[in-house]
Each structure stands twice: as structure tokens, then as C-alpha cells.
């Protein structure tokens, strides 16, 4: 997975990066500690107990420590790795995330006033109203990238030409550009690679509440998506529903349809893309 515009874990603890060593801390204070421990569940989340003692250089056994007081003040929950995530024979390692009252604790600026000021356009203006600002909040987000050709006619349906990598190639560049934009904008993006697609995305919502009552919001900002990357993209989550990120899978491979063109590949996301697994485990407890 590739993490854009958020700063290393390493240096947000004051550290540069790679000069700390696994079971040596290197984060001074348990507040500090916790912290870095929130920071890395929302923006990485689903992760392991491992990883997480790996990217701060923490022992196991302390990392656990944290987790089971987070799990137990109900900020975070633990479930098992999707059989696609594991590595190797055994057991499914667990992996944790911010619960939505952990989310909430990191702030949700103005949420009532802003739900009061939508709820009051919608009364002024109608639905259409709401929906015109729900766009132009969305353009907003992506002002200043430049927008992808619309995909995809008149080029080689064959996935290993040269210009089909080249559309690939592209693709997740502007992928990328999209959620260096969106952690500007406080979403804590990010994007990865899944099967025939590239996924974005969005380890927090700074309008997560409001979106619930307004999902025009989230429909929104998928609109403004498929502009910039001139291809269909499909939302696979968001944290407005309860899941633990928002998450937007965009079609790399070009197929070729009916009438001999391509088009992209709107294959179902369970054939190409799996969101992370939010399976939680009886317990909660964070024993490996």
C-alpha cells in the first residue's frame, strides 16, 4: 500500500525514519505512545500488532498493552485477516482499527453547524440545491489536477500493449495525485494496488457525521473521481456507513466490449478488489 501525503510514522515521533529498531522504543511517554498507535490505526487500519510494533519500533508486548486499553474503552476492535490477506500457514493474524467512537476523539469540527447551515439550504433550495453544493465542495477537493481523456475508444484492447500500460501507468499516477489532495484536505489518503485495480483510500472523514445525513457528499466526491480519472470508479466503503475507511476501486484493465472497442473493466469488486475485512473476534483481546 502506498501512503500519500502523511508524514513517517518515525518522524511525527521525532525520529527520522529507519534509525529506530524493533524492541527498542523509540516514543517518549505513554501518551505519545498511544498516540502514534491512534495515528497508525486510522490511517493504516486494518493493521497487525506486528506491524504496528515494527513502524514505531515498539516490543509486542507493549503495543498489546495499548491495543487491549483502546479495544477496552471501545476507540478500537480486533478482527481476524481476510484468507486473502495472510501470509504464510497458521492462524489468521488479528488486525485493528478505530472504532467509530475512536474516530470520533479525533475531532469533528463544526459538524453541527454544518448540518444545521445543509438542513437549511435544503429548506431554501430543495434537493437540488444540496446536491450543487455537495459538487462544488467535491471540485474543490480535486482543484488543480488535470483530469484524465475520457477512457477509453480507440485504443488496443490488448492488456499488454504499450498504450494500455501506458493508461495504467496514468491511472494510478492521478490515483495518486488524488490522495496527496485529499490528506491536504484532512482524509488521511492513501492508495494500493488490488488486483486489476488501484484502490483510494480515505482513513478518516472530517464530515463523516454530516455525511450521514448528506450522502449526497460521498456521491459527490465519487462524481468528481470518475472526472479527474475519465474512467468508471466504483465505491466500495465509506466511513459515513460504518466501515473503516472510505474506499474507491478504479478499473486498470481495459476490456474489449461488444462491438470491438474497449471499455473498462467493471468486473464485481469481490473478483477484483476486497475491502479490509471488519470480521470482529468474540473477544476483543489482542493475543496473537
Request: hydrophobic share 40%; with cysteine; aromatic share 2%.
Amino acid at each position: 500500500m502506498k501512503t500519500v501525503g502523511l508524514p513517517n510514522v518515525d518522524e511525527r515521533a521525532g525520529h527520522r525514519a529507519g534509525t529506530g529498531s524493533v524492541g527498542a522504543p523509540v516514543i517518549g511517554g505513554e501518551g505519545q505512545t498511544r498516540a502514534a498507535i491512534i495515528q497508525l490505526l486510522l490511517e493504516e487500519g486494518p493493521i497487525t500488532a506486528t506491524a504496528i510494533g515494527a513502524a514505531l519500533g515498539l516490543a509486542p508486548a507493549g503495543v498489546r498493552r495499548h491495543l487491549d486499553a483502546l479495544i477496552e474503552s471501545g476507540q478500537a476492535r480486533a478482527g481476524r485477516s481476510a484468507p486473502w490477506q495472510q501470509k504464510g500457514r497458521g492462524r489468521p493474524a488479528k488486525q485493528y482499527q478505530l472504532t467509530a467512537a475512536g474516530r470520533s476523539m479525533l475531532g469533528h469540527a463544526y459538524d453541527d453547524l454544518a448540518g444545521a447551515a445543509i438542513r437549511q439550504l435544503r429548506e431554501i433550495g430543495g434537493e437540488d440545491a444540496v446536491t450543487a453544493f455537495a459538487r462544488k465542495r467535491a471540485r474543490t477537493l480535486v482543484d488543480g489536477i488535470d483530469p484524465l481523456p475520457a477512457q477509453r475508444k480507440g485504443q488496443a484492447a490488448d492488456p499488454g500493449a504499450t498504450g494500455d500500460d501506458t493508461v495504467r501507468s496514468e491511472t494510478v499516477a492521478k490515483a495518486d495525485e488524488i490522495a496527496t489532495a485529499l490528506s491536504d484536505a484532512g482524509f488521511a489518503a492513501s492508495t494500493r494496488r488490488v488486483g486489476a485495480g488501484v484502490q483510494i483510500c480515505q482513513h478518516h472523514c472530517p464530515v463523516s457525521h454530516v455525511a450521514e445525513e448528506f450522502p449526497e457528499l460521498c456521491e459527490a466526491e465519487l462524481e468528481a473521481f470518475r472526472e479527474v480519472l475519465g474512467t468508471h470508479v466504483q465505491r466500495l466503503a465509506t466511513i459515513a456507513n460504518g466501515d473503516c475507511a472510505c474506499t474507491t476501486h478504479v478499473p486498470l484493465t481495459v476490456l474489449p466490449d461488444r462491438a470491438g472497442g474497449p471499455q473498462p473493466n467493471n468486473a464485481s469488486p469481490s473478483t477484483v478488489a476486497q475491502p479490509a475485512t471488519d470480521v470482529t473476534n468474540d473477544s476483543g483481546r489482542s493475543a496473537e
